[in-house]
């Protein structure tokens, strides 16, 4: 079987470096020859006074031996005489020994070394003896040794970093609800990197609630259903060396229920008496009363007041102010007392409040236990205007004032003056006062 040989590099200087050899890379099967074993470049470190060889280093790895191998040296020696240098293996590698002859200078040193041909390869693992001989004197010889580990191209593992699990809630109090829908987000450091991270404590829709990261860090969010409030603690668990995090504290609150709210109350319109005398109508202290209720506080609210069918009464128009509860009332009657039967009949009303428009109605109607006075009265008040027929029945005359001018709407019947009008009130009558 061929062995592997060892080769020589030549030195460069006696005490500098050699050149690096040139990479030559083995087969990979069993070789049948001898590894080669060549000269090397590191010095060695040789005593000049006791004679003596030494090597650069009496161990080193495969890759090492490949480059840049050992050093021999030698000083002391016979000076500018010729010395063979021999470097056996002797562990029973198959690697041929190697020989080479070395000239020392004027003070006995020389510098050498032997590699393996640039091949880092475990054919090559074992011990070396190094022995230098005088050519001229056989009795002259030294010898030293050196030994090829294995282990050159292993890199080392990162030295994965101390277990040490820590971890912090990002709130401190979460109601069930959003602990079922979002979940409690937490963040984490010093679990095992690329390690799966668990949960207790709390029932958690899921066990295993992160994976750490390459530099043991955690972030993410546990979620659980039906948890009741009150305080809870979790731990999170480093599942690859089962160590665990301080527990973190926190509080489930009641969910917040909203306070249903109450609707805006509607505004209202009340007509008080919806019915009435011709004879109460006419009083200032009675009238038809209107009253509004729940318009925006300071808001203006509008009364209008229509006859229907064919009346001599000219409409009522008024704008009043909402007070602080957003009431505002007008009482209208009539002022011409001396007809009263003039106002009989049916009469619209409209209030405006805001965006709401209510409406409403009343009559002025003749008293069924007045006997036929009301036909006497109204035809002598009429100033010989139809007898019992009164002012009522007069189609309109076309001529109007305006209610700023006379406080209300009217129109002239047979030349008298028929009003509505309001009566001013310092308060703003309660339903109950209707």
Known sequence: ??????????ALAITGLAASPVIATPST????????IQQAPSPADASASEGTIAVSSASVTTDEFADPGVGISGAGLAPDAKFTMVVTPTSGQNVAPYEETVTTDETG??????????????AFIGGYSVTVTNVADENETYSTNFEVTAGGDETEEPTAPAVDPKASLESKEISAADLEKWGLTFTGEGFTPGGDV?????????TVVAKADDKGNVDGTFTAKGVKPGKYTVTFIDDESGEKTEPQAFTVVEDATETPTTPAAEAKLIVSPESVTPKDFVQKDKGVKLVVENCEPGEDVRFVVNPKGNSSVTAFDETEKADDEGNASVT???????NPSAYIGDYDVTVT???????????????PNAGGSD???DGGSDGGNGGGNGGGDLPRTGMELTGLAAGAGLLLVGGTAIFLTKRRKKGVPSPSDI
Request: aromatic share 4%; with cysteine.
């Open 1 to 10: 079987m061929k062995k592997l040989a060892l080769a020589p590099v030549v």
């Open 29 to 36: 099967q069993a070789p049948e020859g001898p590894a080669s």
């Open 109 to 122: 040193a020389f510098e050498t070394g032997v590699n393996s041909l640039g091949t880092a390869s475990d």
């Open 198 to 206: 668990s949960i207790e404590g709390v029932d958690a829709d899921d």
């Open 332 to 338: 209208v009657y009539g002022t011409s007392a001396s």
């Open 353 to 367: 409040c805001g965006d709401d428009e209510l409406t409403g109605k009343f009559s002025v109607e003749e008293d």
């Open 375 to 377: 036909g006497n009265d």
